[in-house]
């Protein structure tokens, strides 16, 4: 799942408690490539608290959508970490296990937006 239509359908479906369907589109826009980042089928998902490799790709995919340089990064990594344990949290709580990609991103990006 990558396509806007189907990220936004899945948030609206899914993801209670979320109601800024507005700002998903322009959050999707930051996601660059969107389709490489789910091309295979361990890339669909993200597999956050069971594998700490995976939580470190969700960091490393966000320090790139963002585009931090080094300094930057070091100042905001860990508004990132947060926001990424904020929405591992949501999906945790909803009983979400398969948790998709860029569903995944758009929420992270949207806490980072807020801060």
Same mark, same amino acid.
Not at 74 to 99: C, M, P, Q, R, Y
């Given at each position: 799942?990558?396509?806007?239509?189907?990220?936004?359908? #899945?948030?609206?479906?899914?993801? &209670?408690?979320?109601?800024?369907?507005? &700002? *998903?589109?322009?959050? #999707?826009?930051?996601?660059?490539?969107?389709?490489?980042?789910?091309?295979?089928?361990?890339?669909?998902?993200?597999?956050?608290?069971?594998?700490?490799?995976?939580?470190?790709?969700?960091?490393?995919?966000? %320090?790139? *959508?963002?585009?931090?340089?080094?300094?930057?990064?070091?100042?905001? %990594?860990?508004?990132? @970490?947060?926001? @990424?344990?904020?929405?591992?949290? @949501?999906?945790?709580?909803?009983?979400?296990?398969?948790?998709?990609? @860029?569903?995944? #991103?758009?929420?992270?990006?949207?806490?980072?937006?807020?801060?």
């Amino acid at each position: 799942m990558y396509e806007l239509e189907e990220v936004t359908q #899945y948030i609206k479906d899914n993801i &209670k408690g979320f109601h800024e369907y507005s &700002k *998903i589109e322009s959050l #999707y826009n930051m996601i660059s490539n969107p389709q490489v980042r789910v091309n295979s089928k361990d890339k669909q998902w993200v597999a956050y608290k069971t594998q700490a490799s995976e939580d470190n790709t969700v960091v490393e995919a966000m %320090k790139e *959508i963002l585009e931090y340089k080094e300094f930057r990064w070091i100042i905001e %990594k860990d508004n990132v @970490i947060e926001a @990424i344990n904020v929405v591992g949290d @949501i999906f945790s709580n909803l009983g979400i296990t398969h948790k998709p990609r @860029i569903p995944f #991103y758009i929420l992270v990006l949207n806490e980072l937006v807020e801060k």
